[in-house]
């Protein structure tokens, strides 16, 4: 469903600061709107639906004066204080008391609903407002269309949105993100692009959205061009930002965001240097990691997982070790994503019964599928079938695709051609159109030299029309990102590429040019300058 807004002049902050709703907060208008001195508040205790709407009656009842402001300043107290139920009851008793709501009374009384994840009541509420006409509010506009953006459709979302007289900042922003979990990617940024006016909020929609999403590129290219626009990011931009750079491998636009970081934030803050960590871990420059964590002048159990998983990422095992000792004489509570971390440390350094030393010492409460499949994983890649198989079988649930995954590449490593085929047959049975399943049965035959079975997979894969998603990487020259696939035809330069490609073969042979040097000069100089 396409989505074309109409560009008329918005008063957008007049009422911004009254409600929030993607920042989860409610806000009563004026400091007179208080709740009586006489009403005195317990503090929140489980209790009973019953009970619940037994306390807000007689807090309600209580009241020295019965009228909007007070009933709304009650439903906004118990809001703040996540006592959501509470404040649905008082919007009842408030009701049947017959004092007629007005636009802030809605609006938090369906942010309310929204927490609880009660669409039903929400709907009503909508209802009600339609009926005394109250749709076209902004404040109550937004908070109806945060109701369906979460909890319903995204037409729902959008019909409330069209409702809206004079959509402010937040109404739009949550339009956005209300498209962007949907997936549908052009029409969230026709709706950006058709805001009469942008905030840092509305930049940051867009660059955690597209990140969040897989959409790391475009997610980077906002974060620039929201510079270029002249916005200075806030705090909770950067993590989204190096976060997106992290995963395409963008090192010299990730150091740029840490230089703007430092520029206009001076401090890092916990979060964003967590976030630097592992970024340039991601990166391979697990040194500029450690120095990021050097200079932290606070850490958390993060921060050393961040550390920790970077050198298991980057073939450093025993050095990942050797920082868990070090946060352990700290004092930090390792948690699962520590143990994670170290069983990948382990992997890499072929450390198999000081994984198995770990993974027995770790809180049970701590330990979940991705730990044992990761053990499965260590064993068989170590060629110890017997243990790997009596692993799987003493394991507390049903094994799952993953594990199966784990032990057949570690079949393929060893060419275990027997044990490959069980875990094959077990694949296939639990996902028959698993793409990566047929590609590692056919690299494990490949690698016991069964090639009629390595045809015998491809044609299977071709009869039930399964295409392999062909392998990507990419090349970062001077802060722009080249993505190229096997075979790529699209790249602006890729005459020059495989020429240079070309001329590379041609010297791997043995064909030894004396001018090679000098053709390789020449191609590249073409191709920094295009």
């Known amino acids: 469903m396409a989505v074309v807004l109409r560009l008329v002049p918005r008063n957008k902050l007049a009422i911004f600061r009254h409600c929030s709703p993607l920042a989860n907060k409610i806000y009563t208008r004026r400091s007179h709107h208080r709740i009586p001195a006489a009403i005195h508040f317990n503090p929140p205790q489980e209790r009973t639906p019953e009970t619940i709407k037994s306390d807000a009656h007689q807090l309600f009842d209580e009241m020295p004066e019965h009228n909007v402001k007070s009933a709304t300043a009650l439903i906004g107290h118990f809001a703040k204080q996540n006592r959501h139920g509470e404040a649905i009851s008082c919007f009842l008793k408030m009701r049947l008391s017959d004092i007629k709501p007005n636009e802030y009374t809605f ?47 995204i037409d729902y979302a959008i019909m409330a949105f069209y409702d809206i007289d004079e959509p402010n900042v937040v109404s739009y922003a949550t339009l956005i993100h209300a498209y962007l979990k949907e997936g549908r990617f052009d029409e969230a940024e026709v709706v950006f692009r058709s805001m009469p006016e942008r905030n840092v909020v509305s930049w940051n929609t867009m660059i955690s959205g597209f990140g969040q999403s897989g959409k790391n ?3 980077v290219n906002f974060f620039v061009e929201m510079l270029r626009e002249g916005f200075t990011p806030s705090q909770s931009t950067y993590p989204c930002a190096v976060i997106a750079a992290a995963n395409i491998g963008a090192l010299g636009m990730g150091r740029s965001i840490h230089a703007c970081a430092v520029k206009f934030l001076g401090n890092l803050g916990l979060f964003l240097a967590n976030s630097l960590i592992s970024f340039y871990a991601k990166c391979g420059c697990i040194e500029d990691s450690r120095l990021v964590f050097d200079k932290m002048p606070e850490r958390n159990v993060v921060s050393w ?46 450390l198999v019964d000081e994984a198995y030393k770990y993974f027995k010492t770790a809180k049970s409460e701590d330990l979940k599928a991705e730990h044992y499949a990761c053990m499965i994983d260590l064993l068989s890649r170590n060629g110890r079938f017997v243990e790997a198989e009596r692993f799987m079988n003493e394991l507390p649930f049903d094994c799952g695709l993953g594990f199966w995954k784990a032990l057949l590449g570690g079949c393929r490593v060893h060419s275990n051609a027997e044990l490959g085929e069980v875990a094959s047959r077990r694949i296939l049975e639990l996902d028959p159109r698993d793409v990566s399943s047929y590609v590692m049965l056919s690299n494990a035959h490949s690698a016991a030299g069964r090639w009629g079975d390595v045809s015998n997979v491809r044609q299977n894969m071709k009869e039930k029309g399964l295409v392999r998603i062909p392998g990507s990487s990419w090349v970062e020259i001077r802060s722009k990102i080249h993505v190229f696939v096997t075979g790529d035809k699209r790249h602006s330069n890729k005459d020059e590429i495989y020429m240079a490609l070309g001329i590379f073969l041609e010297h791997s042979k043995g064909g030894q040019d004396s001018n090679f040097v000098t053709n390789f000069d020449l191609i590249y100089c073409i191709f920094i300058h295009d």
């Open 217 to 219: 590129e475009e997610a």
């Open 107 to 153: 609006g938090t009384v369906i942010r309310s609903s929204v927490l609880l994840k009660d669409l039903h009541f929400g709907r009503q509420i909508h209802s009600y407002v339609k009926k005394v006409g109250l749709n076209s509010n902004v404040f109550v506009g937004s908070a109806v269309l945060d109701l369906y953006a979460k909890l319903s459709t």
């Open 305 to 350: 997982n961040a550390l920790i998983c970077g050198y298991a990422q980057n073939g450093q095992g025993k050095i990942a070790i050797e920082t868990y000792e070090r946060m352990k004489l700290t004092g930090v509570e390792p948690n699962g994503v520590t143990l994670l971390g170290l069983l990948l440390a382990c992997n890499h350094a072929g």
